[in-house]
C-alpha cells in the first residue's frame, strides 16, 4: 500500500473518530452545561473543537501528505500534536462533561474518587514527572536518525510515533493545565520551573537542526529540492520554526500561570468555598427539580 493511498484510508477513519469525539462533546455540553456553568464555559467549547481541529489538521488534512517530502512539514505536525492541540483539547475540560452521572450530578475524575488499582495508575500517569520524562523521551527519540527513518519507511510506526507525540503531550500539559488537583503533590509555583525545564531538549534539538552544518536525515536529499529548498534549508527552516514555536508557547503558558497563581482567586481557600459553593448550588437545584415532578 502506498502512502498516499494509506494516509486517505487512515485520514478517513481519524478524520470520522474525531467527528464523532466532537459530536459526543457538544451533546453533553448542551446536557450539563446549565448545571455546573463555571466548569464549563462557552470558551471551552471552542478550546476543545480547535484543539481536534489542529489534531485533524495534522494527521488527515493536506498538509499531512506533505510531510514525507519535507521535514518542516513534518515538524509542524509534530508540534500541532504535542504543543498546540493538547493545551487546547485539555482547557476544554472533556473530564467535566463525560464523567456524568445520568442524572446529571457532577462526579469526580476517575483517578480521584478511585482509590483501587486504577486511581493509582491514573495519579501516577497524570504526575508532573510522568509528563515532562514522557514527553522529553518522545521527543529526543523519535528525532535520533534510525528511530526518524524508521516512521518515514513504516506506516505503522508513522502511526505509532504520531500517537506518541499525542498522549505524551496531553500528558505533558495536564499538570499545567490542571495544577489543582491531587494529582500534583509538590508546590504549583513549580510549574513555571517544570515549562522551563521542558524548552531546554527543544532548543537543544532544535538548535541543533539549525546550526549542524549537515543534513541529518537524508530522506529529504532529494524530495525537497522540488519545492524550491536545499535539504539542508528545509532542515534550517524545520528546527527554526521548533525553536520559535515552543518558546512562544511556553513563554505564554508560563504567564498565564503565574498570573492565575498571584491572583487571590487561586488561593486553596477560595478553591474549597468555590467548591463547596457549587455543590450546595447543584443540590439546592436538585432538590427544586424534585418539587416541581
Known amino acids: ?24 462533546y457538544l451533546r453533553q455540553w448542551m446536557r ?29 488534512s493536506p498538509l499531512s501528505f506533505l510531510d514525507h517530502d519535507l521535514l518542516t512539514v513534518h515538524m509542524v505536525q509534530h508540534l500541532l500534536l504535542m504543543t498546540l492541540a493538547p493545551p487546547l483539547i485539555l482547557l476544554g475540560a472533556p473530564w467535566k462533561l463525560l ?12 483517578a480521584r474518587r478511585h482509590g483501587g488499582p486504577i486511581g493509582k495508575v491514573g495519579r501516577m500517569l497524570l504526575h508532573p514527572v510522568v509528563g515532562w520524562i514522557g514527553a522529553t523521551a518522545t521527543l529526543v527519540v523519535w528525532h ?30 495536564w499538570p499545567v493545565v490542571e495544577p489543582s488537583r491531587d494529582t500534583l503533590k509538590w508546590p504549583e509555583s513549580s510549574i513555571l520551573l517544570y515549562l522551563f ?13 539549525v546550526f549542524c552544518d549537515r543534513v541529518v536525515y537524508p530522506f ?46 487561586w488561593s486553596p481557600d477560595y478553591l474549597i468555598l468555590q467548591s463547596e459553593s457549587q455543590a450546595i448550588a447543584v443540590a439546592h437545584q436538585e432538590e427544586q427539580r424534585m418539587e416541581v415532578v
Open 1 to 24: 500500500m502506498t502512502h498516499d493511498h494509506h494516509l486517505t484510508v487512515g485520514s478517513f477513519l481519524i478524520s470520522a473518530s474525531l467527528f464523532l469525539i466532537g459530536l459526543v
Open 32 to 60: 450539563v452545561a446549565w448545571l455546573v456553568p463555571d466548569d464549563v464555559k462557552s470558551w471551552r467549547v471552542g478550546s476543545f473543537l480547535v484543539g481536534l481541529l489542529l489534531v485533524w489538521v495534522g494527521l488527515c
Open 99 to 110: 464523567l456524568q452521572h445520568r442524572e446529571q450530578r457532577p462526579v469526580e475524575p476517575i
Open 144 to 173: 535520533i536518525p534510525g528511530a526518524f527513518m524508521l516512521g518515514l519507511r513504516s506506516e505503522m510506526w508513522h502511526e505509532i510515533e504520531q500517537a506518541s507525540f499525542l498522549v505524551t503531550g496531553l500528558l505533558f500539559w
Open 197 to 209: 525545564l521542558a524548552t531546554l531538549p527543544c532548543d537543544i534539538l532544535s538548535g541543533f537542526l
Open 220 to 265: 529529504y536529499l532529494s524530495s525537497s529540492q522540488r519545492f524550491g529548498l536545499t535539504a539542508l534549508e528545509d532542515q534550517q527552516c524545520a528546527g527554526a520554526l521548533m525553536w520559535t514555536c515552543v518558546t512562544i508557547v511556553y513563554l505564554i503558558a508560563g504567564a498565564v500561570f503565574a498570573a492565575r497563581l498571584l491572583s487571590p482567586r
